[in-house]
């Protein structure tokens, strides 16, 4: 819904403020989370595995040929593909952790951050999807493509119980290295080439308040 309302802004400022949207996610709920269950060490060793995933998500991409009407759409397509990969794989260790016993505060505070994230998700996906020309009928695919994981990794965290929080520590860093990178190397890179970087700037620092203020009135 936000990313049908959103389509009728520039595009500079969508994407820029959906950067600020996730790295405001990512800075004040993930990270936290992450570095009281791993600390430090696993925080540095899981951001370096996700930074390493997502360059090998992004050539693999580079590799597949997509056929649209023109440049323009080929460009926002390939966007909502790396994203939606990036997303994915950020889901399923979400889903790894909710489904392994965790205590009951820890799983209430996950199961938000799971909910809130999903807003900026579907918006830095469905807005180059709505940009690109695609309808409802992309809309329930891609949402199914990004939600699965989810369903998927709570099933496997059942069955295994994953419980070691080191381990649940650098599964969660992996997705926060993934989401971010997809932020800033594609989203925010996406901005910037259609506008100045102070709007872009600016933008991004809207949104990250956004995020702010949502946490500060929950």
Sequence with gaps: MFAWFLKGFK??????????????????????????LGGWMIFVLGMT?????????HHAIDHITIITRSPEQDLM????????V???AHNFPMGV?????????LWTVMLFTLITHNIPEGIII??????AGYGIGSLVMFT?????????????????NISIPYVLAFIMNITIAILVMVAVCEI??????ESSLSFCILSGVIGFGSIYFLFVFQ
Excluded at 144 to 160: D, E, M, N, Q, R
């Design 77 to 84: 397509l390939r966007t909502v593909m790396l994203l939606t």
């Design 49 to 57: 595995a996700g930074v390493l995933l997502f360059w090998y998500i």
């Design 86 to 88: 990036g997303m994915s």
């Design 126 to 131: 469905f807005t180059p999807l709505f940009l």
């Design 97 to 105: 952790v909710l489904g392994s016993g965790l205590d009951h505060e």
């Design 188 to 193: 925010f890179m996406k901005a910037r080439k």
């Design 11 to 36: 595009v500079s400022f969508v994407f820029a403020y959906s950067t600020g949207l996730i790295l405001g996610m990512a800075t004040l709920e993930m990270i936290p989370d992450s570095l009281q």
């Design 144 to 160: 199914g493509v990004v939600t699965f994981p989810i369903a998927l990794g709570s099933f496997v965290g059942g069955v295994l």
